[in-house]
């Protein structure tokens, strides 16, 4: 898991030595949790042995993906497009349909034009051992392999061409947010 550090933070830390981080915030970022500070960080070198000799690889296998090939998608559950702020980028709940907008976010005013298409999806499939499993894509998935442009995104062809793959390898993590798909072209 990645740890965004910030501001005076950054000085407090050297590559190569080890430390102990209390009081650190998960956040999501383009669907992966990140671990972020707050203002009650707290960041302590250590000379623990044990800590010493953790190896890297111990690290970033705390978070685990796995990959399996689905015959086809059940169901499309959810696809939602949606307008995003052009400065935070998040989404803006109640776009106005007059030349500026105020984002929820960030309190931002911007041009409603400048608002670009964000959008994801959930699918749902049967699992072999028969579990339903229900996975969510994000936009960068969703338009690396289903459109050509951002501004190109149409939830009904979306929708039709996520039920029509098959046999897809289909990558997520713990939190059922997929990371990669491979499929076979219609
Ligand atoms: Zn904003």
């Not at 000085?11 to 999501?28: A, C, E, F, M, P």
């Not at 497009?81 to 007059?98: D, G, L, N, S």
């Not at 998935?141 to 062809?157: A, G, W």
Request: net charge neutral.
């Amino acid at each position: 898991m990645e740890l965004e550090l910030w501001e005076n933070l950054i000085d407090k830390v050297q590559t190569g030595n080890t430390y102990l981080i209390h009081n650190l915030s998960v956040r999501l970022r383009r669907g992966k949790k990140v671990l972020g500070t707050t203002k009650s960080t707290i960041i302590r070198a250590t000379n623990d042995q044990q800590l010493l000799h953790l190896s890297n690889d111990g690290a970033t296998n705390i978070s685990s993906s796995k990959t399996i090939t689905v015959e086809q998608f059940d169901s499309v559950d959810r696809v939602e497009k949606f307008k995003k702020c052009v400065k935070c980028h998040k989404k803006v709940i109640q776009i106005a349909y007059t030349l500026t907008t105020q984002c929820d976010h960030c309190k931002r005013t911007i041009r409603t034009a400048d608002c670009r298409d964000g959008i994801w999806a959930k699918v749902s499939f049967t699992a072999a051992n028969g579990e339903p499993v229900t996975l969510v894509m994000f936009e960068e998935i969703i338009t690396t392999h289903f459109t050509n442009t951002q501004e190109d995104i149409d939830i009904q062809s979306l929708s039709q061409t996520l039920l029509s793959l098959k046999n897809i390898n289909v990558t997520f993590d713990d939190n059922n947010i997929v990371t990669d798909l491979n499929f076979a072209p219609a």
